[in-house]
């Protein structure tokens, strides 16, 4: 069973400028999750979806974060513009359902550095 | 507020030397437990998830244990190949999950 797909998995900008990461989860998964990984830290959710729809986007920063889920299946996330504090890893992650019983299974992650 | 707390940071082991990592936690409705592994460059891998206390599982040379406070993960004999860092995480009721720091684990042959 292929797992997780994220891209690209390293991108480096500077401050102001805008990027997106994108994210195939495993087949069949209907919650999809974005965290953020800080150097050093455990990945911090950002937004979390079931099928197109969001349930939780509590701890995204809206001013300059955005996310959406077409058709229920890929995601991407987009931050624009950056700031030198948004260096980290983005995962993304997906599970079958929301429920208990449920793991979540991550992707490898984008590696973002801006300058 | 949800709150994660793992011990130690970071972890030296020799080989075939036993230890435990402790997860402290406080949640507002646990539905679950989480322990993770992770790589340097890799995604979080799933180890375990544990639902209530006094529950255990077992894997190789892994077993997590649960309390109504905190968990633990037990490394028995452990090899060079199981360094890495262990994420421990709790999932409450709206399926938010809390995520602790990791403690970074390194077994040296």
């Known amino acids: 069973e292929a797992g997780v797909a994220q891209s690209p998995r390293y991108k480096i900008i500077e401050k102001r400028q805008s990027v997106a990461f994108w994210c195939n989860p495993i087949s069949g998964h209907a919650t999809l999750y974005w965290y953020q990984q800080i150097l050093g830290q455990g990945p911090k959710l950002l937004i979390q979806f079931q099928n197109n729809g969001v349930v939780d986007d509590s701890q995204l920063p809206k001013d300059r974060f955005s996310a959406e889920r077409l058709k229920g299946v890929d995601s991407t996330l987009k931050i624009q513009p950056a700031k030198l504090e948004d260096s980290a890893v983005y995962l993304c992650?997906?599970?079958?359902?929301?429920?208990?019983?449920?793991?979540?299974?991550f992707g490898p992650g984008t590696r973002l550095t801006v300058t | 507020e949800d709150q994660v707390t793992q011990s130690p940071e970071a972890l030296r082991l020799q080989e075939g030397e036993s230890s435990s990592l402790n997860c402290s936690y406080t949640v507002s409705g646990l539905r679950g437990l989480f322990w993770y592994r992770q790589d340097p460059g890799k995604g979080p891998e799933f180890l375990f998830t544990?639902?209530?206390a006094g529950e255990e599982k077992e894997k190789e040379r892994l077993k997590a244990t649960l309390t109504k406070k905190e968990s633990f993960l037990h490394i028995t004999a452990p090899k060079p190949e199981d360094s890495a860092t262990y994420l421990c995480?709790?999932?409450?009721?709206?399926?938010?999950?809390?995520f602790g720091a990791g403690t970074r684990l390194t077994v040296k042959p």
């Open positions: 995480a709790v999932q409450n009721n709206n399926n938010d999950m809390r």
């Open positions: 544990l639902y209530s």
């Open positions: 992650a997906s599970s079958l359902g929301r429920g208990r019983g449920y793991e979540q299974y």
